[in-house]
């Protein structure tokens, strides 16, 4: 069975500082993708970073980056240099199984203070 | 390019009500993927489909269908509505069955009374 666990119901973070938001996974399949999604209070998921199993580099996009331990079965997503603007929900998501769905943590809410 | 777009974007029905919600994707790309987001259940897959055939479906009763065309815009169907299936419906696209970005719309929120 697929699954993605994010423990962290709520986060806050200040202004400028670094925050960590964790993610893990659980899949039998050796080939699987690893995605983040930001989804603000409008409402649209904006996609953030992937990082495929094969990939032995850890993903970046600018100020985000996922910490991919495989072994550990995590997926961690990093925000450096917090703004106001990135207070909003963020998900975790895996597309693997026979049918390459994807499959979404419950999510962590982001709230950057000023 | 323009992105993946939803209409309507809110919906008021009733209970024992059908609704017909639509979702372009983005040009070129062939796989559509709903999905019902609620505040108990988080994101929920519903469907994906690719060229015209339903590949993939989640874990949802018969009264939610959906369809493609061929020019990959997709429709789903909700039928004799429930209080429960108040929620808001994501549509998104990539451009094939395994891209490594799905691309979401706006949704579209639902409320049954």
């Known amino acids: 069975a697929q699954k993605i666990t994010q423990t962290q119901p709520g986060m806050f973070v200040q202004e400028k500082e670094a925050v960590t938001l964790d993610c893990t996974y659980d899949?039998?399949?050796?080939?699987?993708?690893l995605f983040w999604y930001k989804q603000p209070s409008s409402g649209e998921m904006i996609f953030l970073i992937y990082?495929?199993?094969?990939?032995?580099q850890n993903a970046t996009e600018g100020r985000y980056s996922l910490n991919f331990q495989k072994a550990r079965k995590s997926a961690n997503l990093v925000i450096s240099a917090s703004q106001l603007g990135d207070s909003a929900m963020y998900f975790c998501?895996?597309?693997?199984?026979?049918?390459?769905?994807?499959?979404f943590g419950t999510g962590t809410s982001l709230t950057v203070i000023p | 390019k323009a992105g993946v777009t939803q209409t309507p974007r809110y919906l008021i029905k009733t209970r024992g009500q059908q609704v017909t919600l639509s979702c372009s994707p983005i040009?070129?790309?062939?796989?559509v993927s709903w999905y019902q987001q609620t505040p108990g259940q988080g994101l929920q897959f519903l469907f994906e489909?690719?060229?015209?055939?339903?590949?993939n479906k989640g874990n949802f009763p018969g009264r939610f269908s959906g369809r493609q065309f061929s020019n990959s815009r997709s429709e789903m169907n909700v039928s004799t509505l429930e209080l429960g299936d108040s929620a808001l419906y994501l549509c998104?696209?990539?451009?094939?069955?395994?891209?490594?970005?799905?691309?979401f719309g706006p949704g579209t929120r639902l409320t049954v009374l």
């Open positions: 998104a696209s990539s451009f094939d069955r395994w891209g490594n970005e799905q691309f």
């Open positions: 899949t039998s399949d050796q080939s699987y993708g």
């Open positions: 990082q495929g199993s094969y990939d032995e």
């Open positions: 998501a895996m597309r693997a199984g026979t049918g390459n769905q994807f499959y």
């Open positions: 040009s070129g790309h062939r796989s």
């Open positions: 489909y690719f060229s015209e055939t339903q590949r």
